[in-house]
């Protein structure tokens, strides 16, 4: 059986409308994003072609929004801007597709960050 890695070690950190938040892989969003786009790699796809609704969907999924929250975030989404979350939001769905883990490039975090991002 594979080793677990602890719990937490796939959150991504995005800055939503100057506010800090994680985005927390589980298997939920791992299915529903499945069957909202046809798999994880088109929804990657989808957040690198800047698709606004795939965005708003990745994060609503990953910070556990419902209700308000949610009716709310579009419009966090778009004062926070398409270009400065795809790289974070790219990072979550790898995450999410490695089983809530990241998966080990042998860089940091940052340099995964920074690749993703270019």
Avoid: W
Wanted: charged share 25%; with cysteine.
């Amino acid at each position: 059986m594979s080793k677990k890695t602890h719990i937490g070690a796939g959150n991504v950190e995005i800055e939503l409308d100057g506010e800090t938040c994680t985005l927390k892989p589980s298997l939920q969003a791992c299915q529903a994003l499945s069957r909202v786009r046809g798999g994880i790699n088109n929804t990657v796809r989808a957040v690198g072609d800047l698709d606004f609704d795939a965005m708003v969907t990745v994060i609503g999924l990953g910070l556990g929004l419902s209700g308000k929250e949610l009716k709310d975030l579009p419009e966090k989404v778009y004062e926070t801007g398409l270009p400065e979350l795809s790289g974070p939001l790219i990072r979550y769905l790898s995450n999410v597709a490695n089983g809530g883990k990241p998966f080990d490039n042998g860089g940091s975090d940052e340099d995964q960050g920074n690749a993703e991002s270019r």
